[in-house]
């Protein structure tokens, strides 16, 4: 009886994990190393006022692109709802660490003859359990690391996405200004050529031809606003922002240059497979699948042992006490479904592991690639081709104010050097949204310097380019 008393105590005197008042604290730690930005803790992050306050703070401000996945990162209510698994995980491994309440169980029984009654009272506890509650700690507790692994990949999900849409909003914007400048001098064009055909110095067909430039740019700034309002209602969404916050504006008018340098293939995937978080909770979850098959395939014929004690008063006055011990027998169930299962289940994150290291290696090299293609074309467009069209564009004014060319002509290399300055910005936005790709491939920001070279020059419309003498034919 002293012996199954002492075993009891010891499972009841376990030692258990206490809850945490903050289960955000490695996952916030992660953000902050590999991104750069703060998340906000638990009470924060359930306290709507204090996050309003956070936000309306950054929103005082013309909204950057660092603002705008910090809004994100306190204020999306999807990341809020994946956040919370955190907690759940870790109450999980509290549990873990927890035995099992141990089992009372009394009877009372009454002679049909009369006399004292008999009760009988037992006590017992799951001494297997408690045994094995380290191990189970140890699964709990892969399991949290796996679930604060899988978090972070969520929150590097959405900080991507959010930079992204923030370059696309603010290039959107850029080639909308800059489509409202070739709207206008196409608008030039078509009044000068209206003006030359009601003259008899061009035909219809020259006619229609000067004013289907303005039409088709009035048509392309309709589809560019629409871009603009869509991308802005997108990044809204990221931001989990509604009603009077919606009324930001960007931090910047135009696209940042190149930055000086990007990061090589080699040093990129090296990067990736040591930081990118779905990679890492893969791992922490195979490693719990093997520490949980081990702990199978130990106690499959051994599912259950109870230890007690147990009293009985019977009716004559006689007193009985003891140990009870209950041990299943696995005369039916021998474990070997279980173990099957487990087996199935290591394997199967085995491949799954292996897939997205696989997965990963294929990312970063095809983002890599696209990556240093955008930045070749941005540098040929803004080295040559830009150049090129604003040298044409002067040479043009040159023989325009030698009476050699043309409105009409001065005008159309006006419209050409605006549409080179259009596909400049294009060529730029490309190489910011495949550098983003890079970075969500990565597992968190670059490594290389950031430091963005100067925007190319823009040459300002030449000041005959609305007056000066029409040539006739």
Known sequence: ??????????????????????????????????????????????DSSEVKSRVTAILGRPLSVNGAVQIALLNNRRLRATLEDVGISQAELVEASTPRNPTLASSLRFPSGGGSANWELNIAADVLDSLLIPLKQRIAAGELVATERRVSHEILQLSAETKGTWFTLLASEQELRKLKDIAGVSETMSDFATRVHDAGNINDLELMELQVGYQQAQADIKHAAAEVETHRAK????????????????????????????????????????????????????TTLETALAIKKKTRLMPGLNLGADTEHDSGGGQVSGPTLDIELPLFNRGTASVAKLEAGLRQANYESEAIESEIRNDVSASHTAMRLARDASEYQTSTLLPQRQRILKETLLHYNAMQKSNIALLRAKDDEQRAEKEAIDSLRDYWLARGELEKAVGGNLSASTKAKPAPSRTMPPAAMSGGHPHKK
Not at 12 to 17: A, G, N, Q, T
Not at 260 to 271: F, H, R, V
């Open 1 to 46: 009886m002293k012996n199954a008393l002492s075993l009891l105590s010891l499972a009841l005197l376990s030692s258990c994990l206490p809850l945490s008042t903050d289960p955000l604290k490695s996952v916030r730690a992660q953000t902050k190393a590999n991104l750069g930005y703060d998340l906000a803790s638990p009470s924060i992050g359930g």
């Open 235 to 286: 990044l809204n969404r990221l931001l989990g922002l509604s009603g009077s916050q919606t009324g930001w504006s960007l931090s910047l008018n135009e696209l940042p240059g190149l930055p000086s340098g990007d990061p090589s293939l080699a040093k990129a995937e090296a990067t990736a497979l040591a930081q990118r978080q779905d990679l890492a909770a893969a791992k922490a979850h195979l």
